[in-house]
């Protein structure tokens, strides 16, 4: 009689465990679904832009506003050289000597005749004021006085020679001792201890520590449409780094350098946190018209800060059907001020994130503010 209780009893139990182990499921489904939602980054997104050729970019190296190449006036052999590339030098720092036991001879045989002169000048005065006083005593003639007179003359012009010579001497013994002229960084060099030196042949190359700015070229036919003083964006491909700049100096003449203008274009103080001379920079000039291009169609440009670079490969991220971001590869073009040319990977409508606020990586789910 109890069998049917008991069975019932049991039907009951398993009823509530399967009801229990559903709404677990569905709990747990839910706190997935709102764990994902929780977790999604919030991107901003943005399309490519149409650039229709407006401006002109030229390509140049970044260098110092200030480069010199020590060099001697004099042959001879290298005694010391006290700097090493990378070092950073004082002006008057002595940078390098020249053997110069010649020229050292030299200036004791100077200062030789220096005291020979001396002694010679010395008697010729005494001479000449005793005569002097004997002319106007008249006892002495007049052609005695101008003897006299002449010798002393001549005693007195050797020794200014003399004197001549040594300064000539200690010219000359001072090119043997190189020292900085400036403030700043050794950047080459190009000889050692030991080595011939020769007039004109540098020895070590110093940059101004300071300022830098870019060297380019432009083309003849835009010179007459670019100013001094004109603003002008620097984009360094090696750093990432955009720069606003201005022209300081426009070349006159094309006459070495093939037609082609040379520009220098400042960069402010503020900016040359990891500048090296020697990096490649192009530069975006505004220009008050647009240039004559065979080119009917337009640029697709992106933000420089958008690109995402791998090794050397470049992206952009996108967003996928499911809301998550697609890193899509992309080739780029020049870069004119903080915009870059993407030449292929992206369609004119499609949209990218410009930025987010989390760490974007392929599958991360995102939600468009």
Not at 38 to 43: E, K, L, R, S
Not at 326 to 332: A, D, I, K, N, S
């Amino acid at each position: 009689m109890n069998l049917p209780i008991h069975k019932n009893r049991t039907l009951q139990l398993f009823a509530t465990i399967g009801l229990l182990l559903i709404s677990s499921c569905s709990s747990n489904e839910k706190k997935d679904t709102y764990a994902g939602a929780d977790t999604a980054i919030f991107v901003t997104v943005s399309q490519p832009s149409a650039d229709a050729n407006q401006g002109l970019t030229v390509s140049g190296q970044v260098e110092a506003s200030q480069t010199a190449n020590i060099s001697t006036r004099v042959m001879g052999y290298i005694t010391k050289i006290n700097v090493k590339v990378g070092d950073r030098v004082n002006k008057g720092q002595t940078l390098a000597t020249i053997s110069n036991d010649d020229i050292l001879a030299k200036r004791a045989q100077a200062d030789a005749m220096i005291t020979e002169a001396e002694a010679g000048f010395k008697n010729a005065q005494k001479d000449y004021d005793r005569f002097n006083a004997l002319y106007k005593q008249q006892s002495a003639s007049a052609k005695e006085l101008d003897n006299i007179t002449l010798q002393y003359s001549s005693a007195k012009a050797r020794l200014e020679a003399a004197k001549q010579q040594r300064n000539e001497v200690n010219a000359t013994l001072s090119y043997t001792s190189l020292t900085a002229p400036f403030s700043g960084t050794v950047t080459q060099k190009m000889m050692d201890a030991g080595s011939m030196a020769t007039p004109g042949m540098p020895l070590l190359t110093i940059e101004q520590s300071g300022s830098y700015q870019v060297s380019a070229t432009v083309p003849e036919s835009e010179i007459s449409l670019i100013k001094k003083d004109a603003q002008v964006t620097i984009n360094v491909d090696a750093i990432h780094k955009v720069i606003n700049g201005k022209i300081t100096q426009i070349n006159q003449s094309s006459e070495n350098s093939g037609g082609q203008y040379m520009i220098k274009v400042n960069i402010p103080d503020n900016e040359k946190q990891g500048l090296f001379a020697g990096m490649y920079a192009n530069v975006a000039i505004p220009l008050p018209s647009p240039i004559k291009t065979d080119n009917t169609g337009s640029q697709l440009m992106v933000p420089v800060s958008a690109i995402e670079y791998r090794d050397q490969l470049t992206g952009l991220y996108t967003i996928g059907s499911n809301h998550t971001a697609l890193l899509r590869w992309v080739r780029l073009g020049k870069a004119q001020g903080n915009q870059v040319e993407v030449l292929s990977g992206m369609a004119s409508n499609e949209q990218f994130i410009v930025s987010a606020e989390g760490r974007l990586y392929n599958g991360v789910a995102v939600k468009i503010k």
